[in-house]
């Protein structure tokens, strides 16, 4: 079964700084790589999504995030934080029986003024 | 454009009581569709999926069940809500594993 690890549960950055926010998947073959923000007491929204395509992909708002098959990695990014990007971010890989999609525990992302 | 809602939006209900809570598509065809519950503070657990309809299938056993009467309906019921049912729950559809789309959610309260 494929699975998404989200190291760090909880990032906190300063307005204007760097967001990186890590994923690492587990599978044998190139997935479907998705990033989600969810914002309080909303459904998830997607960022942007991984398909096969250019091994960089850039979303709404900002963000980015890059494919390293040899590393099994799809770290979101973005150069500067705006305090509007605190939110929780879910990272997702599909595939399986029925389509079915496997999410990461999430990153709750806090932004300092 | 497609759409999916939700509701009810907020929902308390006593323990022992039963569930119905709707999730309706709009603007495309035979879907795959998902239930997720999401507790406070936690990620998403993915309770119910389903190819077409009247095709469920349960990822936890649990005290919920799904149905799918329409190609673009699907139901998440309970005949006697318990306290662990308390949480966000969120309905997504998909086309053949690509993107899944979220509704806005429904917060349950079980007292």
């Known amino acids: 079964a494929q699975s998404v690890t989200q190291l760090g549960s909880h990032v906190s950055v300063s307005e204007g700084a760097l967001v990186l926010l890590r994923c690492n998947y587990s599978?044998?073959?190139?997935?479907?790589l998705f990033w989600y923000v969810q914002y309080p007491n909303q459904g998830l929204q997607l960022l942007l999504k991984?398909?096969?395509?250019?091994?960089l992909v850039k979303g709404i708002n900002g963000f980015e995030a890059e494919f390293k098959k040899s590393e099994t990695s799809f770290h979101l990014t973005k150069p500067s934080a705006h305090m509007s990007d605190a939110a929780e971010y879910f990272c997702?890989?599909?595939?399986?029986?029925?389509?079915?999609?496997?999410f990461g525990t999430g990153t709750s992302l806090t932004v300092i003024p | 454009s497609q759409t999916i809602h939700q509701w009810p939006a907020t929902l308390v209900q006593p323990v022992g009581s039963p569930l119905s809570l709707e999730c309706t598509v709009e603007?495309?065809?035979?879907?795959?569709l998902y239930w997720y519950r999401q507790a406070a503070g936690r990620g998403l657990q993915l309770l119910f999926y389903?190819?077409?309809?009247?095709?469920i299938s349960s990822e936890v056993p649990q005290n919920l069940s799904a149905s799918r009467p329409q190609d673009r309906q699907f139901i998440l019921s309970s005949k006697k809500l318990l306290l662990s049912d308390s949480g966000f729950y969120l309905c997504?559809?998909?086309?053949?594993?690509?993107?899944?789309?979220f509704g806005p959610g429904t917060r349950l309260l079980v007292l």
């Open positions: 991984y398909t096969s395509a250019a091994t």
């Open positions: 997702a890989v599909s595939g399986g029986t029925g389509n079915q999609f496997y």
């Open positions: 603007g495309t065809s035979n879907p795959n």
């Open positions: 389903s190819v077409g309809i009247g095709q």
């Open positions: 599978s044998s073959v190139p997935p479907y």
């Open positions: 997504a559809w998909s086309v053949a594993g690509e993107t899944q789309y």
